[in-house]
């Protein structure tokens, strides 16, 4: 029984550590497609890429802007509001989230009607709606920029986009916030009319999944256009729900929290109002921040596959994979196919889109492929790979002696007559192998295994 116990334990902290090698760096060098595989792909470039990027920082930062930005924000929704007739809603749903904190609440709504008061008349107009919509769109920049920086994205919406978009924003966003407001609300009221009293829970329950299915779409809307590049609308959907559901959980928890201040801490419960505030809002960019990633990490997985052996590739292989990655463009013209891309010699043959991307970038700097526009669908500028060669001409030795030759060379002054015995037995074996791979056409090489 002893001599059993030690031989379990060791064989269990053995599966262990197997398993959790596997899972933080063997997964990368797993080529297979399985949800499993995916699924423990992107939880780990999730993790890596929420440390690695500092966003705990990144959601102080814009819950300070946040702060800043609360009561130029309530002024315009409750402006929009005052036009619909329903800013009496937007108070009693503010109530309703922050129970304990009416006294709060009517010092805030306070400083709005006096801010409005401020920005509607005078010569200050202008420079109140100045003021307004610079808090509002340098908010919206930070976030922008966060997306950008968990997108590895260095060039974001230029001047003109900015204004435009997030202007935009501004003014739809609180549109359909009021909007949501009063669905819920009708919603609300029409089911106990028309249901019974017995089902008024049920209809309780509808009305709140009503609202998290609009945290839904928010959250997804939101992960799909504020990032300065192309979201697959399937990866945010997935990362909306997630954060929605957490934003929904923390938002129960926070209203929990002031039943509890009001309950316990009355004393103290108005002046715990802004330290909460700050911790909500923290929470609540930590969300999003990490929904963003989430949704980054499940597009991206394929671009970290292998990632520490690209990194000390060797360049005989490296330069073996430029040649398939070729002649998998020149085959596929031959055939007559659609022009095939990145992704889909990635997803197809099993090579990392990073290696992918690096060849076709190679072959186009030495003149051997050309991205031409997919025929049918000019409106996306969706684009694929095509020889850049006759592709019944190019020879094995022409592909191999651009690849040689791509990049500076003969910059170092007098090399070649310091070393001009050894260069002179170098180029003698290149011309030996160029010679005689000039008669190997990449046609005639047979089809590869994944076709």
Same mark, same amino acid.
């Given at each position: 029984m002893n001599s059993t116990t030690p031989s379990? &334990?060791?064989?269990?902290i053995s599966f262990l550590s197997e398993k959790? #090698?596997?899972?933080? /760096?063997?997964?990368?060098?797993?080529?297979?497609?399985?949800?499993?595989? #995916?699924?423990?792909?992107?939880? #780990?470039?999730?993790?890596r890429s929420f440390m690695d990027r500092d966003l705990q920082s990144q959601a102080a930062a814009m819950t300070f802007q946040t702060v800043l930005a609360i009561v130029p924000a309530l002024a315009m929704l409750f402006a929009i509001g005052r036009g619909?007739?329903?800013? /009496?809603? =937007?108070?009693?749903?503010?109530? *309703?989230?922050?129970?304990? %904190?009416?006294?709060? !609440?009517?010092?805030?709504? %306070?400083f709005v009607d006096s801010y409005l008061k401020n920005t509607s008349g005078g010569i200050f107009v202008g420079i109140g709606i100045a003021f307004l919509l610079y808090t509002l769109i340098s908010l919206l920049d930070s976030v922008e920029g966060a997306f950008n920086k968990i997108w590895g994205i260095k060039r974001g919406r230029s001047f003109f986009r900015k204004i435009t978009d997030y202007t935009a924003i501004l003014l739809i966003l609180p549109i359909l916030l009021l909007c949501s407001s009063g669905i819920t609300i009708l919603m609300s009221t029409t089911l106990e009319s028309a249901l019974p009293s017995r089902l008024a829970p049920a209809a309780a329950w509808l009305v709140e999944i009503a609202g998290i299915v609009v945290l839904w779409i928010f959250y997804t809307g939101v992960y799909m256009l504020v990032p300065n590049t192309h979201v697959k609308f399937r990866n945010a959907l997935v990362a909306g729900i997630l954060a929605g559901t957490a934003f929904a959980i923390l938002q129960w928890i926070f209203v929990s929290g002031q039943l509890y201040?009001?309950?316990?801490?009355?004393?103290?419960?108005?002046?715990?109002?802004?330290?909460? =505030? !700050?911790?909500w809002l923290q929470f609540v960019w930590l969300i999003t921040l990490a929904g963003g990633v989430l949704c980054y990490a499940s597009q991206s997985i394929y671009e970290f596959s292998f990632s520490a052996d690209i990194a000390h590739i060797a360049l005989d292989y490296r330069r073996k994979i430029i040649i398939s990655v070729y002649k998998i463009i020149i085959d596929n013209f031959i055939a007559q196919r659609q022009p095939i891309d990145e992704v889909s010699i990635a997803y197809k043959y099993g090579i990392p889109i @990073? =290696?992918? +991307?690096?060849?076709?970038?190679?072959?186009?700097?030495?003149? &051997?492929?050309?991205?031409?526009?997919?025929?049918?669908?000019?409106?996306?500028? @969706?684009?694929? &790979?095509?020889?850049? =060669?006759?592709? +019944?001409e190019i020879s094995l030795g022409l592909v191999i002696r651009r690849l040689r030759r791509n990049?500076? *060379?003969?910059?170092?002054?007098?090399?070649?007559?310091?070393?001009? +015995? !050894?260069?002179? /037995?170098?180029? @003698?074996?290149? *011309?030996?192998?160029?010679?005689?791979?000039?008669?190997?056409? !990449?046609?005639?090489?047979? @089809?590869?295994?994944?076709?």
């Open positions: 379990r &334990l060791s064989r269990l959790w #090698n596997y899972c933080s /760096e063997g997964v990368w060098q797993d080529t297979r497609h399985r949800w499993s595989v #995916n699924l423990i792909k992107t939880l #780990n470039l999730s993790v619909f007739g329903m800013q /009496e809603i =937007l108070q009693s749903q503010l109530f *309703t989230y922050f129970p304990a %904190q009416r006294e709060a !609440l009517d010092t805030a709504f %306070q201040v009001t309950k316990y801490n009355a004393i103290y419960g108005s002046v715990a109002f802004l330290p909460l =505030l !700050l911790i @990073s =290696l992918v +991307t690096r060849a076709v970038n190679e072959l186009a700097d030495c003149r &051997l492929v050309n991205r031409v526009i997919i025929a049918g669908d000019q409106r996306r500028q @969706s684009s694929g &790979l095509a020889p850049a =060669l006759d592709p +019944t990049g500076t *060379t003969n910059f170092i002054p007098d090399f070649d007559q310091k070393f001009a +015995t !050894l260069v002179a /037995e170098i180029d @003698s074996v290149e *011309t030996m192998t160029y010679e005689a791979a000039d008669k190997i056409l !990449l046609k005639d090489i047979p @089809s590869l295994a994944a076709e």
